[in-house]
């Protein structure tokens, strides 16, 4: 080879590399993998909630036409609000069974559209609200072996309109429904033991004018019982019995919205040391649009999403927020617990609100949290999907570890052709890392105890696991997950208790068995069906149902 040419050479190989973005270069390898499950499902999964039978319950909304799935058996519904086909023999929510990747039509009887719900101790999904003829009632669906269970509804089993509202499982098994768009109050089901609602000032306080700002509030139930409540860029912590609110927490940094429609997500973070007096209790808020990025959209102005999380022990007796920056900024994302205790940050846009066509720059690639590590290190970014997941999108993670995603609707109709974002039907898998192959040896498999065993409060429970590789007593935990409700970028209900291990006893031939002591309060966890998982090395078992009684 000629020295001119060598030269060449070398400073095309120069342009080439100085060409790449530099994180390409500066950063290890992205992880998770994707998989299509399914082109399509039919209807757009705004709504999805896992079911102890391993089977996910999806809905959309009624007041838009027909969907791509028709009902079984020449079953129509009769439909007189305004927008609606009057017979509508489609369906508008299906049931995917995990196991078999396959899908069946379910028939709702009235309009769910933006919605809220929970699973109840008896393992049962009771959603509530919607828009028009279904913004006051409770539908149920209970889990089933037959392709013959559907849903039931209840007229007038609300005692508000909730549309936009969030849904919480109570200590004592009841259901709290907070807020709602033109709801500044707070209600209980079922009613047989208090019919009326609950003013709660704080979601007027924090409703801006013509943007809202705070609907579909964050609501979790803190370690002592209470709820702490979330909306816009502030929170309370309320004594819902009494109707009190207990703390009110500063504002947060930059003072920009996280709830709908400036849509960011949250989620509690794993509850630890469970046997402590004084436990604590953490939040992180993630993503959502700056102030006034709503109207701007409506504009055609697609302002630039937060890229900021933000951080707060609820539990401290002076807490403040902690701000972190996130690798992407993000709008309408997903924060979904793994059994691990990461989080992991899905779907969404880079920048714009939520709303009809009202974002842009879809964000492909998912962000794993590491709750535990220092900050600046907590964040890394993993492989992307080519399925842009924008306005109506949703997320919830399954038995064996995956994350199944959904939806992608940011038109008020069905549309696939001429549009930037078409109408998504289909149906993904993402994988973390945790299930590569390569962990295998690392991996706990449950023996016992069998799936859907009960199990009690503050008892000690023995967990018999395989691991054929090396083990680290010391980084071996049992993980309690509650299984969450969600849509619009918000989980209900997402819980995850680290019930650590009191002690490991090896059994010979590769088998374990592992002590651990359950939660010791309808605080700390309400009763009702849990995932239990065995995490060993940061890889987590595949989970069994249990329910805790």
């Known amino acids: 080879m000629s020295i001119p040419t060598f030269i060449f050479l070398i400073l095309l190989l120069h342009l080439l590399f100085a060409s790449q973005p530099c994180h390409l270069i500066l950063t290890s390898a992205a992880d998770g993998r994707w998989q299509l499950l399914q082109t399509s499902i039919g209807i757009s999964a705004m709504h999805m909630q896992l079911l102890r039978n391993d089977r996910v319950v999806i809905f959309d909304r009624t007041d838009f036409g027909k969907s791509n799935l028709s009902l079984p058996n020449g079953k129509c519904r009769n439909d007189l609000t305004e927008g609606a086909l009057k017979v509508d023999c489609s369906a508008h929510s299906v049931e995917y069974d995990v196991s078999s ?256 066509e009202l974002g842009q720059n879809p964000i492909l690639s998912p962000v794993l949290y590491w709750p535990d590590k220092k900050i600046g290190s907590r964040f890394k970014t993993q492989n992307p999907t080519t399925i842009p997941r924008m306005y109506h999108s949703s997320a919830t993670l399954l038995r064996d570890g995956r994350v199944l995603v959904g ?42 105890p069998k799936s859907m065993s009960g199990i009690r409060y503050n008892k000690r429970t023995n967990i018999q696991v395989v691991i054929t590789g090396k083990v680290a007593e010391n980084l071996v935990s049992a993980t309690m997950l509650a299984p969450a409700f969600n849509t619009h970028s918000f989980s209900m209900n997402q819980r995850l208790l680290v019930l650590g291990n009191d002690k490991v006893t090896t059994c010979g031939n590769s088998a374990y068995n592992i002590e651990v002591t359950t939660p010791r309060t309808h605080n700390l966890a309400p009763p009702g069906f849990y995932l239990l998982f065995v995490v060993h090395q940061n890889i987590p078992s595949q989970g069994i149902w249990v329910k805790l009684r």
């Open 101 to 356: 990747n396959k899908f069946r039509a379910l028939m709702v009887q009235t309009n769910v559209w933006c919605s809220s719900g929970a699973i109840t101790p008896d393992g049962k999904l009771v959603q509530t609200g919607g828009f028009n003829d279904g913004e006051r009632r409770v539908r149920v669906f209970s889990p089933c072996s037959s392709r013959d269970c559907d849903w039931q509804e209840i007229p007038n089993g609300l005692a508000a309109r909730r549309w936009y509202a969030t849904n919480h499982i109570l200590p004592d098994g009841r259901l709290i429904i907070v807020g709602g768009r033109r709801q500044f109050n707070y209600e209980f089901s079922p009613k047989n033991i208090a019919a009326n609602t609950f003013n709660l000032p704080f979601l007027l306080e924090t409703n801006d004018k013509g943007e809202e700002n705070n609907l579909y509030p964050f609501v979790f139930l803190s370690v002592d019982g209470n709820l702490f409540i979330f909306a816009n860029n502030r929170a309370i912590l309320l004594d819902y019995v009494k109707n009190k609110v207990v703390k009110t927490y500063p504002t947060i940094p930059g003072g920009d919205p996280r709830s709908y429609p400036s849509t960011g997500s949250a989620v509690l973070l794993p509850l630890k040391n469970l046997k402590m007096a004084d436990l604590q209790a953490e939040v992180l808020v993630c993503g959502g649009a700056p102030k006034g990025s709503f109207a701007q959209a409506l504009r055609g102005n697609f302002i630039r999403a937060l890229k900021t999380c933000a951080r707060i022990t609820i539990t401290d007796p002076n807490p403040k927020w902690v701000t972190e920056t996130m690798p992407l900024a993000r709008v309408m994302g997903d924060m979904i617990l793994l059994p691990n205790g990461k989080v992991l940050l899905i779907n969404g846009a880079g920048s714009g609100s939520a709303g009809w």
């Open 407 to 448: 939806g992608s609707n940011p038109h008020a109709f069905y549309n696939f052709t001429s549009v930037l974002f078409p109408t998504e039907l289909s149906l993904e898998a993402f994988s973390p890392a945790y299930l590569d192959s390569k962990f295998n040896d690392l991996r706990p498999k449950i023996i016992t």
